[in-house]
C-alpha cells in the first residue's frame, strides 16, 4: 500500500517531464516520458527508487534493469552508461531521486557498527560493489512514503525533514544494499574515500601509485579491491570517468577541446582516438548525433 501511495503523492505533484525539489535537500521528483538510449553518465552517492516503468543502466558491460521491484544504490561515484529505453507518454517513468550526503551516511554507518550488538564483518572481507539493486522492504516504503509526506507543509517539511531523511538513510543501510553502502560510509571506507578523492580531479593527473599510497595498501592489493568495489581496474575507472564526464559536457553544448581539456586531455588527438574506441564514434560526431537527436 506504501507504494501506490507514493506513487499517488509524486503523480500529483509533477505533471510534466523534468525533476522538481521537494523541500528537502537532495530530495527530488522525476518524470520522463522520452525513450532515451543508454548514454554516458556519471552517478554520484545516490539512491533512486522507480514508482513507474523501468530504467536502465550499464557498468562495465553489465545491464542493470530497476523497477519498483528494486531500488538502485549507488554508494560511490562510478562511470555508467544511463537510459530510459521504455519511458513513453502512455508508460512515463515516474520516481525519486534521493543525493546521499556522505557525512550522515558516515555518522549512520559509524552508529550501527558500535551500538550495542552490532555485528560488525571484518573489513578484509570481499568488497561489494559500489553499485546495488536493493529490494523494496517494508522499511524502506515506509520511511520514503513518511518523507514524502511531509513536502505539503513547508514547516513540516522545514523542521522534520532531515529527521525522516536520516530515517531513510538507515532503512538503505539495513537493506539489500546495506553491505555495500556500510563498507563505503564506514570505517575502512579507504577505496570510496579514494574514489571521492579521484572524481573531484579529473582535470589532475593522479597515478594509481599516489592512491595506493593514501590508501595505505600496496599497488596489487589496492587494484584488487579496487576492481572489488567497482569491477573496473584503477586505469579503467579513471579513464571511464574522464571521458562520461567529457560526453556529457559536449551533450550539454560544451565546445570537444574545451570539454576534453576540463577533464585533464592535454592532446585532443589522444581524447579523439579513446572517445572512439569506448563509444565507437569521434567526438565531434556524437556531438552532431546528440544536437540532432535533441
Known amino acids: ?39 554516458p553518465a556519471v552517478y554520484e552517492p545516490t ?21 519498483s521491484n528494486q531500488y538502485m ?8 552508461e544511463a537510459g530510459t529505453p521504455t519511458a513513453s507518454p502512455e508508460n512515463p517513468l515516474i520516481g525519486v531521486y534521493i543525493s546521499l550526503d556522505t557525512k550522515v551516511m558516515t555518522e549512520l554507518t559509524i552508529e550501527m557498527e558500535t551500538a550495542p550488538g552490532a555485528i560488525r564483518k571484518p573489513n578484509s572481507g570481499p568488497l561489494p560493489q559500489g553499485f546495488a539493486l536493493a529490494q523494496w522492504d517494508d522499511s524502506f516504503s515506509e520511511a520514503l512514503l513518511r518523507l514524502l509526506q511531509l513536502t505539503d507543509t513547508p514547516e513540516d517539511t522545514s523542521v522534520l525533514g532531515n529527521g525522516r531523511l536520516r530515517e531513510l538513510y538507515y532503512a538503505v543501510l539495513k537493506g539489500d544494499a546495506g553491505d555495500s553502502a556500510r563498507r563505503a560510509f564506514g570505517v575502512g571506507n579507504e577505496i570510496a574515500r579514494s574514489i571521492e578523492y579521484l572524481s573531484t580531479r579529473l582535470d589532475e593527473a593522479v597515478t594509481i601509485e599516489e592512491m595506493a599510497s593514501k590508501a595505505g595498501m600496496s599497488r596489487a592489493v589496492y587494484h584488487r579491491k579496487f576492481k572489488q568495489a567497482t569491477t573496473l581496474s584503477p586505469i579503467q575507472f579513471v579513464k571511464s ?11 550539454g553544448g560544451m565546445n570537444v577541446n ?7 586531455y592535454t592532446s585532443s ?8 574506441r569506448l563509444y565507437g564514434e569521434s567526438p565531434k560526431q556524437w556531438s552532431h548525433l546528440k544536437q540532432l537527436a535533441s
Open 269 to 276: 588527438s589522444q581524447f579523439s582516438r579513446e572517445f572512439k
Open 258 to 264: 574545451v570539454a576534453a581539456m576540463e577533464v585533464g
Open 241 to 251: 570517468m574522464k571521458l562520461n564526464s567529457a560526453a556529457m559536457k559536449i551533450a
Open 47 to 67: 539512491v533512486i527508487a522507480i514508482l513507474n516503468g523501468a530504467k536502465e543502466a550499464i557498468l562495465d558491460g553489465q545491464r542493470y534493469v530497476y523497477d
Open 73 to 80: 544504490c549507488c554508494s560511490m561515484s562510478m562511470p555508467v
Open 1 to 39: 500500500m506504501s507504494k501506490q501511495q507514493i506513487k499517488q503523492l509524486i503523480e500529483n505533484k509533477i505533471f510534466e517531464d523534468g525533476m522538481v525539489g521537494t523541500g528537502v535537500e537532495g530530495v527530488k521528483l522525476f518524470r520522463v516520458t522520452d525513450s532515451i538510449r543508454c548514454a
